[in-house]
Each structure stands twice: as structure tokens, then as C-alpha cells.
């Protein structure tokens, strides 16, 4: 696959794919010969994951280490798994927040409505 197509497919910017494979984010990607980038579908799929957690507010110092973990081998998907526990559970509380601050909005949408005469 092209850079172009896994951007398409991941949700990142190109600039940003070059910067994952620089700073060791993501495995080294194979090289034609006339020296283009030759991703594989688990280089898209790592990317897309990559997208996701970037989108979801991980510090990329998180990043970092989930990409070092990934890329030291399956012996420490234990550790892998905890840290993306831990981001689910940082997640699932800033939805909590969220949906709170959703509701106080709502709230205060219908209470105008109400003062304006009109109906939601």
C-alpha cells in the first residue's frame, strides 16, 4: 500500500505517518526499490490504532511506550493490555463528565426556550 492509502484508511495525515515512523511509533516500514514506502495491511491496521489513540487524548509519551512494548513482542501483552485498560478507564470518566456537562447544557437550552416562548 501507498502512504496516500493508509492515510485514507488510518484517519492520519500523511506529515503525521512520516513523524510516527521517525520517532518509532510505528515498525519500520519496507522500502521499494525505487525507495517509496511499502505499508502492510498490520502497518495500516497499527496506524488506524495509532489514530484512535491519538483521538482519544493518549499522551504521546503513552504512545511511545505502548509502541515500544508492541515492538519488544508478545511477551508483554500483559503490559500492553493494562495500559490500554487504563485508557479505557480514563476514557469511560471523561464520558461521564461530558455527559454531565451535556445535560446541565440541556438543561439550560430549555430553560431559554421557555423564556423565548419557545418550544425544543
Known amino acids: 500500500m501507498r ?3 493508509v492515510a485514507a484508511k488510518s484517519g492520519l495525515s500523511i506529515d503525521t505517518i512520516r ?3 521517525k520517532s518509532g511509533l510505528c515498525p519500520p516500514i519496507a522500502r521499494g526499490r525505487d525507495g517509496t514506502r511499502q505499508f502492510t495491511a498490520e502497518n495500516a ?4 490504532l495509532l ?3 491519538r483521538d482519544t487524548g493518549m499522551p504521546t509519551k503513552d504512545m511511545r511506550h505502548f ?3 508492541y515492538q519488544t513482542g508478545d511477551a508483554t501483552i500483559p503490559e500492553r493490555k493494562h495500559l490500554l485498560l487504563e485508557h479505557s478507564r480514563r476514557l469511560d470518566a471523561r464520558h461521564k463528565t461530558i455527559n454531565q456537562c451535556k445535560a446541565l447544557l440541556a438543561h439550560k437550552l430549555a430553560r431559554y426556550d ?3 416562548g419557545q418550544s425544543s
Open 3 to 5: 502512504i496516500s492509502e
Open 19 to 21: 513523524y510516527y515512523e
Open 45 to 48: 491496521e497499527w496506524l488506524a
Open 51 to 53: 489514530s484512535s489513540l
Open 67 to 69: 509502541a515500544g512494548l
Open 114 to 116: 421557555r423564556i423565548l
